[in-house]
């Protein structure tokens, strides 16, 4: 039984090969009618290639049909996109609101298109889409924060933080900017590209929240707190077996600027792959040390 339930229209299909030669894993062939099959089920990964590149909608999958499926546009165009690069940035300041149902909808469901580690679509997204709610896990995170620095036992830590402790004892909202929102994105802790793949969804619907006119602001400080307080994780929701990558705060702001920056270059190497490779053990165990440890 094709537990995929891998479907051709025959009177659709035009035999163009796309379907076989797209297969990330190789397992579409042509049988004896010329008709595209699947030849090893469980090496299926899922990712429906083969439904997107079909040009006649001839092909169904796991019971999901062409005519449900969305005809792609033409690419945007580079210089609008370069654009929004270019000008995105973080966001320190929020209006006291809910971000609107329509931009809200339309950001979440966009996270399920974002690329994965050998497709796999495990992630768990946490998001706090009521302020007042945002409002509970604010005090609740600061509140854990400022016992910190009131424990005098922790003073040989916090003596070194003046500024903060002197901002959380005035209640200010160090964290989380004041910010309505936030999401947080969680993967399973044995997922082939564990630290990697929230990163991208958020990278994902970081440009798209800030195409809409909503700001974004990674926030390195939330997910410590969320490392260091368990109790943060059950509050999100958050499953067992599954790690917090990163977090983003989001919302409607004021915040317009006129112009893009003009940012330092990164390091950017043409490679010429003249240099010699051969390695002396030093330098190989460096480079181990460079890759693995730091």
């Known amino acids: 039984m094709n537990k995929l339930n891998f479907e051709i229209a025959e009177g659709k299909c035009v035999h163009c090969g796309n379907c076989v030669k ?4 190789g397992i579409i062939r ?20 083969c439904l997107a590149i079909c040009p006649t909608g001839a092909i169904s999958i796991m019971d999901k049909k062409p005519e449900d499926s969305d005809l792609t546009n033409n690419f945007p165009p580079f210089d609008s996109l370069l654009n929004l690069i270019q000008s995105r940035k973080s966001i320190r300041h929020y209006k006291s609101e809910n971000l609107d149902k329509y931009r809200l909808d339309k950001l979440k469901e966009a996270l399920k298109y974002s690329p994965t580690g050998c497709n796999d679509h495990n992630l768990h997204i946490s998001i706090i889409d009521d302020i007042e709610i945002m409002d509970k896990f604010r005090d609740l995170t600061n ?6 620095f009131e424990n005098k036992k922790l ?13 959380f ?24 590209c564990k630290d990697i793949d929230p990163v991208i969804n958020l990278s994902y619907f970081e440009l798209l929240a800030q195409s809409f006119g909503v700001g974004t602001l990674w926030c390195g400080f939330a997910q410590i707190c969320l490392k260091c307080f368990p109790d943060l994780c059950a509050f999100l929701e958050i499953p067992d077996r599954y790690k917090p990558v990163y977090v983003m705060l989001f919302g409607p702001t004021d915040t317009k600027y006129t112009r893009t920056t003009q940012p330092e270059e ?3 190497v043409s490679v010429s792959g003249e240099n010699n490779i051969k390695l002396s053990l030093v330098q190989k165990l460096k480079r181990y040390f460079w890759n ?3």
């Open 155 to 167: 003073n040989f830590i916090t003596k070194k933080l003046p500024r903060y402790k002197a901002a």
């Open 30 to 49: 042509f049988d004896e009618n010329n008709i595209p099959t699947i030849t090893d089920i469980d090496r299926c990964i899922k990712c429906q290639h």
């Open 266 to 268: 990164y390091q950017l």
């Open 169 to 192: 004892s005035n209640g200010n909202d160090v964290i989380f900017r004041g910010a309505p929102h936030m999401i947080v994105v969680s993967s399973p802790i044995d997922a082939p």
């Open 22 to 25: 797209d297969c990330p894993s």
């Open 292 to 294: 693995f440890i730091k």
């Open 143 to 148: 509140s854990k924060i400022k016992a910190i």
